[in-house]
Antibody, heavy 117, light 112 residues
Framework: QAQMVESGGGVVQPGGSLRLSCAASGFSFSDYGIHWVRQAPGKGLEWVAFIPSDGAYENLADFVKGRFTISRDNSKSTLYLQMNSLRVADTALYYC??????????WGQGTMVTVSS | DIVMTQTPLSSPVALGQPASISCRSSQSLVHSDGNTYLSWLHQRPGQPPRLLIYKISERFSGVPDRLSGSGAGTSFTLKISRVEAEDVGVYYCMQATRYPFTFGGGTKVEIK
């Protein structure tokens, strides 16, 4: 069945970097735009970034512009989020989510990013 | 940015009773293509969100017809006709009409 599995999270110091991955299977990855959404511990959902099916451009939330980059490798059915200059406020569970008909119809289980000194 | 405001924050409901969640947006969610990209998500503790309703009232695959969405413009509602134990958790509305996409703050549904 269709699924997406995130990885790459961990503990990093402020100012550090991480690269998250989201491996998709069970569907034609190259047909879908994909988003990153995060959820700080005990908090609500926050949209982070989007990349269309062909990877032609990226849309980023203002609070990550200049620090995060979203990319994809359709040959590997994998989405990435390169996170640089990490801040304590970036601490969250990061989900990848597939978009269809303007809604997020498939979510991964998430990968936890903790930014702490 | 479009602000999504959900009420109530918490909704204790007896099993078998109805529940209703309101979501208001700070701007119209009608897209230039004529669609309104308002969806509802449900999140159980320790689980990722899952899609319930999209484009205001379209029920996602596998979602029981006890759940229904309605509304237009800036005002939207999710209704559960008869709450069951599996309905507990946090419900979020989300707009995908305009970037940045934004979510409501969440409504926690619990059994009274």
């Amino acid at each position: 069945q269709a699924q997406m599995v995130e990885s790459g999270g961990g503990v990093v110091q402020p100012g550090g970097s991480l690269r998250l991955s989201c491996a998709a299977s069970g569907f034609s990855f190259s047909d879908y735009g994909i988003h990153w959404v995060r959820q700080a511990p005990g908090k609500g959902l926050e949209w982070v970034a989007f990349i269309p099916s062909d990877g032609a451009y990226e849309n980023l939330a203002d609070f990550v512009k200049g620090r995060f980059t979203i990319s994809r490798d359709n040959s590997k059915s994998t989405l990435y989020l390169q996170m640089n200059s990490l801040r304590v406020a970036d601490t969250a569970l990061y989900y990848c989510a597939r978009v269809k008909s303007g809604a997020f119809d498939l979510w991964g289980q998430g990968t936890m990013v903790t930014v702490s000194s | 940015d479009i602000v999504m405001t959900q009420t109530p924050l918490s909704s204790p409901v007896a099993l078998g009773q109805p529940a209703s969640i309101s979501c208001r947006s700070s701007q119209s969610l009608v897209h230039s293509d004529g669609n309104t990209y308002l969806s509802w998500l449900h999140q159980r503790p320790g689980q990722p969100p899952r899609l319930l309703i999209y484009k205001i009232s379209e029920r996602f695959s596998g979602v029981p017809d006890r759940l229904s969405g309605s509304g237009a413009g800036t005002s939207f509602t999710l209704k559960i006709s008869r709450v069951e134990a599996e309905d507990v958790g946090v419900y979020y509305c989300m707009q995908a009409t305009r970037y940045p996409f934004t979510f409501g703050g969440g409504t926690k549904v619990e059994i009274k």
